[in-house]
């Protein structure tokens, strides 16, 4: 299992996901960006690197 605080990219955000696979937790990354943060399809390659950064083994 993957897991990923956005808090670790976004100071501040109560989100955390939890995740298979490393690909499952970028797409729930990018439908958080969008909608929480207002990122655009254009940021999304962004959003996937900040996310990849942060994601942590848990277990
Ligand atoms: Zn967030």
New binding site residues.
Partial sequence: MKEFD??D??PG???GFRAPTVAELLAHGRV??AH??GKAEADMPTVDVAVTAAIRDAG
């Fill in positions: 956005c808090a990219v976004v955000c109560g989100a958080h960006a929480a943060h």
